[in-house]
């Protein structure tokens, strides 16, 4: 019996000894910027294949290693890795300190939500496209700016004319005057300009994108039913920037770019310049345009004043001239009166200026104003139609930045006067709109942050427009984040839709404020976001979005039967609803971005409430990129689903490729690119012109019109390039 006893004791002993060869690491994961602990952060010992990851103290706990001396890898998404070498047994709780490396969305600072806040703790959902991706999106397409916003998830640029290659801006699946267009939180491309204004914005001078969909009226005012889209430019910088971009497509269209900033102490200039000139464009060779003859110039040159450390004052003008015609290939050589062209002649001026002053350390105040004016000139056979537009704009906004609650107080005047300058119809509009609005976002804890916002709109002779917001963030941990929010909108009516525009702007009524209602919108966004590392190199993101936006007295344009056309309002709601869902990896030098978006947009003031003609309910999209300091390859297929056509056919699904190839040197870069490679235009699915020649019939653009493009260019960067990221 002894003996048993002592040989289980000789065990015991043994399994202790052996145990205390091991030991126990802890190691505690915080911020370096504010010491906050990260939660999620990945620990690794490749050595033993073996780790941790920390818990909601930012602590974590890996037992039973050997003794021994050990790489220890420390990882968090967003933040730059760090590697620590211990000699195990190591008895003290290690602290590592972890820094926020270049493409954390955490440095990602917004201009459309009016907040100092980074984007991780804004309630509202904001789409960024910014810095890499933008001058990836500039080698595709440096005319202007429809390649960035074409291929963003539940966004679609429908193409309005073949002739004159107008397009608009669809998101999820609502018509483009229901998306608010803003260069640095300026309206300045709406009603008569907003047809043709995505084709003359060049993209060289923006800094980043910021989308934000659903209802965006607070701070906005009308007209953000579907969204905002808000381009942000360049602002100067102590070390100067030299941008000369030039490209050329094989479709005979030549781009010129030039972009310049410099600030010294007291100054700033930001000078921008773009000349654009194309060919007509026939690839099928039937004797029409798929991209018409232009000719088109821009200059934006800016001047920046710093009175102070806590003072800004701002001054550009924009100057844009654009001559577009296309039609009968022969009719635009020979400007033939008999033969079929579609001409726009356009020009723009507006000017900016902003004033910006810190009161004290979180209190400020921003005023700005802008005057635009827009004129141009359609002419189509035995069609004219010319006048201008004057619009301007004033606000005034008190803000105040406190620990926990962020405050907004507001007042803006908008007004714009469109002057028809040949017709008997009276097509004159002017409208004064006059707003007060408040936005508040409080925190009520690390996890919980509020957002509210209340906007009070009178329009002469529409009346008053009460605006609610509000929408909640939930941050569970610096993986893991949901929003919730949702607002009114409304649109007051003007002739500028795309059914009006389809059809030359002709015999179209005036539009009368004693028979119409405004169009009216509520709408509710609710998305879920997760971050997280697959392996040690591997992290992998997922954006999931719900949306559905809901359309009272939505606009619509009626065949009176008398050859005139008059505007009425829909009997019943336009009801757009989806989802959206966006998945990115990434590997070392190599990331892949995945998208699908579920568009269902139904007109339920028709019989059987059918889906909105040319809208997809499904589209979807890969990018793959591999990008060093030399390099950047990227590969992309976009697949675009069945739509209807007005009349009820169903048109075939289509999926589009594309090749981009970047060299970077220390002087610039050169690139070339293979847009839509495999040539799917929608004269190989169906006929884009029906005749007779002399007076053709347009079908109803589903697809691309232009097909392969190939383009090269060269980027000159005299000052060298900047720091890559």
């Known amino acids: 019996m002894k003996n048993n006893i002592w040989s289980v004791m000789l065990f015991i002993s043994l399994c202790t000894y052996t145990h205390a060869q091991n ?22 010992i490749q050595d033993i294949n073996t780790g941790s990851i920390t818990d909601l103290n930012g602590l974590a706990t890996i037992d039973n290693i050997p003794k021994g001396s050990y790489t220890i890898k420390i990882s968090f998404l967003g933040y730059t890795s760090l590697e620590r070498n211990l000699e195990i047994p190591y008895k003290e709780v290690l602290i590592a300190y972890l820094k926020e490396n270049g493409e954390a969305l955490e440095e990602v600072f917004l201009e459309s939500n009016r907040s100092t806040r980074t984007i991780k703790r804004i309630p509202t959902r904001v789409e960024v496209i910014g810095g890499e991706e933008l001058s990836e999106k500039n080698a595709m397409n440096a005319t202007n700016i429809s390649m960035v916003l074409r291929e963003s998830t539940g966004i679609q640029m429908q193409q309005t004319s073949l002739s004159s290659a107008n397009s608009s801006i669809r998101i999820q699946g609502l018509d483009g005057r229901y998306t608010q267009l803003l260069r640095d939180g300026f309206p300045l491309y709406g009603g008569f300009s907003s047809g043709l204004s995505i084709l003359q914005i060049p993209p060289l001078d923006l800094k980043q994108f910021e989308i934000i969909k659903g209802s965006s009226s607070t701070l906005y005012g009308g007209g953000a039913i579907a969204g905002l889209v808000n381009l942000i430019s360049k602002t100067p910088e102590e070390e100067p920037e030299l941008d000369i971009m030039l490209t050329q497509t094989h479709a005979l269209g030549t781009t010129g770019n030039i972009f310049y900033s410099k600030r010294t102490n007291k100054f700033g200039v930001t000078l921008y310049g773009s000349g654009y000139i194309q060919k007509e464009f026939d690839p099928e060779n039937d004797g029409f345009s798929n991209l018409p003859r232009t000719k088109s110039i821009s ?97 005034v906004a008190y803000k105040n930045d406190g620990k926990r609650s962020d405050w907004i107080f507001g007042a803006n005047l908008y007004t714009i006067d469109f002057d028809e300058e040949s017709s008997s119809l009276e097509r004159d509009q002017s409208e004064l709109t006059a707003g007060l609005f408040v936005n508040n976002i409080y925190d009520f804890s690390e996890n919980w942050i509020l957002e509210t916002g209340f906007r009070g709109d009178y329009v002469n002779d529409w009346g008053f427009f009460p605006l609610p917001k509000l929408s909640l963030l939930y941050k569970a941990n610096n993986s893991f984040s949901s929003r919730i929010g949702g607002g009114l909108g409304y649109k007051i009516p003007d002739i500028f839709t795309e059914e009006a525009e389809l059809i030359n702007f002709n015999n179209i009524l005036a539009i009368d404020s004693d028979t119409l209602e405004a169009e009216r919108s509520y709408g509710v966004n609710l998305d879920f976001n997760f971050e997280t590392y697959l392996t040690d190199e591997i992290d992998f993101s997922i954006n999931q979005l719900f949306y559905v936006t809901a359309i009272q007295d939505g606009l619509l344009l009626r065949d009176t039967g008398t050859g005139f056309f008059e505007f009425e309002n829909a009997g019943d709601n336009i009801v757009s609803k989806g989802a959206e869902t966006n998945i990115k990896f990434s590997y070392r030098d190599f990331r892949w971005f995945l998208n699908y978006a579920f568009i269902d947009t139904r007109l339920n003031y028709l019989d059987g409430n059918p889906q909105k003609p040319l809208t997809a309910r499904h589209n979807a999209g890969s990018v793959v990129m591999y990008e060093n300091e030399t390099w950047r390859i990227g590969f992309e297929t976009y697949y675009t689903g069945k739509q209807l056509l007005s009349n009820g056919t169903e048109t075939t699904d289509y999926v589009l490729m594309g090749l981009l190839g970047m060299r970077n040197f220390s002087w610039g870069t050169i690139f070339v690119n293979f847009e839509n490679f495999t040539d799917r235009r929608q004269s190989r699915f169906s006929p884009l012109v029906l005749p007779p020649v002399n007076d053709p019939t347009f079908t109803e653009i589903y697809a691309p019109a232009d097909g392969f493009i190939l383009s090269a260019g060269i980027i000159i960067k005299p000052f060298g390039q900047k720091e890559h990221h």
């Open 23 to 44: 030991s126990v690491l802890k190691i505690k994961v915080v911020s370096e910027t504010n010491e906050e602990p990260l939660i999620g952060a990945s620990v690794y």
């Open 299 to 395: 200059v934006n040159p800016k001047l920046f004043y710093y009175p102070s450390d806590k003072t800004k004052i701002w001054f550009g003008i924009n100057g844009t001239y654009d001559d577009r015609i296309g039609g009968d290939i022969n009719g635009i050589k020979n400007r033939n009166d008999n033969l079929y062209t579609e001409e726009n002649v356009s020009k723009r001026i507006s000017t900016q200026a902003v004033y910006t002053t810190e009161i004290d350390t979180v209190k400020s105040i921003n005023i700005k104003n802008s005057f635009a004016y827009f004129d141009r000139d359609l002419t189509v056979p035995n069609i004219n139609f010319n006048g201008t537009q004057i619009n301007s704009f004033t606000e």
